[in-house]
């Protein structure tokens, strides 16, 4: 059985570009989060999509932005990029359960992304 | 507001040393959920344990162990008999809404 699946591992892209990260749940997940890891620090919440709207959201710009398709696989859009957005960036994908909410949480390997 | 706290940025031990990872949550929630996590420099997050805010009752699993304080608000991690391979970054990692990461601490297992 497959776990989280993010595309590419790794990317370059040059400061002032768009890039777009990929992200398959695990089988039977349907909630899908995205965190950013900056180097030598713990992973920020970005934001969480279910039933294909965003649920929460973390302290980031709109430039960042998501979207969450039927199957629940989910893509991460940042616009306009900045050196600071140089980061591995995670997804995450749970169930969503009425009565005991969020559970079997799965991170990803991630994709690094660098920003030149 | 909530605040994680690892004040342990680094640490080295010698294999078969027993380890113990501090973390402080601070927090007005009465319900939460506190998870660790390992990242190795494959840089995947790997599950490690995960305690409900109202269960003080401490465990130990294979190697791992864990003491959680409500009054302190200390949710401390021990490895025993520590291994080479026992070497990543450990995240202590509040759950309310969404995950609360805290900066994380570098463990070094030497041989």
């Known amino acids: 059985d497959a776990g989280v699946t993010q595309s590419p591992t790794h990317l370059i892209k040059t400061r002032g570009q768009q890039v777009t990260l990929r992200c398959s749940p695990k089988?039977?997940?349907?909630?899908v989060s995205w965190y950013q890891q900056a180097l030598g620090q713990g992973p920020q919440f970005i934001f969480q999509?279910?039933?294909?709207?965003?649920?929460q959201r973390g302290n980031f710009p709109d430039r960042f932005s998501g979207h969450q398709f039927p199957n629940y696989s989910s893509e991460l859009n940042v616009n306009a990029l900045l050196l600071g957005d140089s980061a591995l960036y995670l997804c995450?994908?749970?169930?969503?359960?009425?009565?005991?909410?969020?559970?079997?949480?799965?991170f990803g390997s991630g994709t690094r992304l660098t920003v030149v | 507001a909530q605040k994680v706290t690892q004040a342990q940025t680094e640490i080295s031990v010698v294999e078969k040393e027993d380890v113990t990872l501090d973390c402080v949550y601070e927090?007005?929630?009465?319900?939460?959920?506190l998870f660790w996590y390992k990242q190795p420099p494959s840089g995947e997050l790997v599950f490690l344990i995960r305690?409900?805010?109202?269960?003080?009752q401490n465990e130990i699993s294979g190697r791992y162990s864990w003491n959680f304080q409500k009054s302190t608000s200390s949710f401390n991690f021990t490895i025993t008999a520590s291994q080479v391979v026992d070497s990543a970054v450990y995240f202590c990692?509040?759950?309310?809404?969404?995950?609360?990461f805290g900066p994380g601490t570098r463990l070094s297992v030497l041989p």
């Open positions: 995450a994908s749970s169930q969503w359960d009425r009565l005991f909410g969020i559970y079997g949480y799965t």
């Open positions: 089988s039977g997940h349907d909630t």
């Open positions: 999509y279910y039933e294909e709207e965003e649920r």
């Open positions: 927090t007005r929630d009465t319900t939460y959920y």
């Open positions: 305690r409900n805010s109202f269960d003080e």
């Open positions: 990692a509040p759950y309310g809404q969404n995950f609360v």
